[in-house]
């Protein structure tokens, strides 16, 4: 059994930046593909983020490319999310994701993972 937790979420202004963190525990996190995935207040959960295993790989969403990145330590069983130039419209609730992967694979969409953790609340006023 994986339990992920995240950890950085707050209020910050727009503009501001943030780091999120993802603890995980259980298993062998190098074995796990790792994703961020966000859910604003009546919206429909989306793909954020998302890393292979061994992290050489990523995906981003179309409008977090270039402002977001994701990056994970193996060592300390952690992947991160930083959020640059945040904006009113990235406010929601992120959550961390894992799955055991087979190979360099990354995925996107939610029905792929098997773990997730409780969330961490991210607000950005404008």
């Known amino acids: 059994q994986v339990q992920l937790v995240e950890s950085g979420g707050g209020l910050v202004q727009a503009g501001a930046s943030l780091r999120l963190s993802c603890a995980a525990s259980?298993?062998?996190?190098?074995?796990?593909?790792m994703g961020w995935f966000r859910q604003a207040p009546g919206k429909e959960r989306e793909f954020v983020a998302a890393?292979?295993?061994?992290?050489?790989?990523?995906r981003y969403a179309d409008s977090m490319r270039g402002r977001f990145t994701i990056s994970r330590d193996n060592a300390k069983n952690t992947v991160y999310l930083l959020m640059n130039s945040l904006r009113s419209e990235d406010t929601a609730v992120y959550y961390c994701?894992?799955?055991?992967?087979?190979?360099?694979?990354?995925?996107?969409?939610?029905?792929?993972?098997?773990?997730w953790g409780q969330g961490t609340q991210v607000t950005v006023s404008s």
């Open positions: 994701a894992t799955k055991t992967a087979v190979s360099y694979v990354v995925y996107d969409r939610g029905v792929d993972y098997d773990y």
């Open positions: 259980g298993g062998t996190f190098s074995s796990y593909a």
């Open positions: 890393t292979s295993r061994g992290g050489s790989r990523k």
